[in-house]
Nanobody, 126 residues
Framework: QVDLVESGGGLVQAGGSLRLHCAASGRPISSYAMGWFRQAPGKEREFVAGISYTGGTTHYADSVKARFTVSRDNAKDTLYLQMNSLKPEDTATYYC???????????????????WGQGTQVTVSS
């Protein structure tokens, strides 16, 4: 069992930046690929970014590539999402997620993840 708690969301103007944090407890995350997802009202949850368990490999949705950066600090059991050049269409609730199984490649689909945080709201005004 792993508990995930996101923080760092808020209201920002278009072009601004936010850094999201995801703190894990109950199980070290160092052996697990991790992901960030987001869900806007009336839309399905979508993949934003993923990172391998070592942190050496990352993957991004096309819509955030070159603007967002995912990273992790395994010693602190913490996942990060640096979001720059934010756009109104980035407005959503952002979730971090972890799988049950260790040693996987980066997972791109929500159904592949077993543990989710409660989410943090990001609102980008135009």
């Amino acid at each position: 069992q792993v508990d995930l708690v996101e923080s760092g969301g808020g209201l920002v103007q278009a072009g601004g930046s936010l850094r999201l944090h995801c703190a894990a407890s109950g199980r070290p995350i160092s052996s697990y690929a991790m992901g960030w997802f987001r869900q806007a009202p009336g839309k399905e949850r979508e993949f934003v970014a993923g990172i391998s368990y070592t942190g050496g490999t990352t993957h991004y949705a096309d819509s955030v590539k070159a603007r967002f950066t995912v990273s992790r600090d395994n010693a602190k059991d913490t996942l990060y999402l640096q979001m720059n050049s934010l756009k109104p269409e980035d407005t959503a609730t952002y979730y971090c997620a972890a799988p049950f199984n260790p040693w996987t490649t980066i997972l791109l689909h929500a159904q592949e993840y077993d543990y989710w945080g409660q989410g943090t709201q990001v609102t980008v005004s135009s």
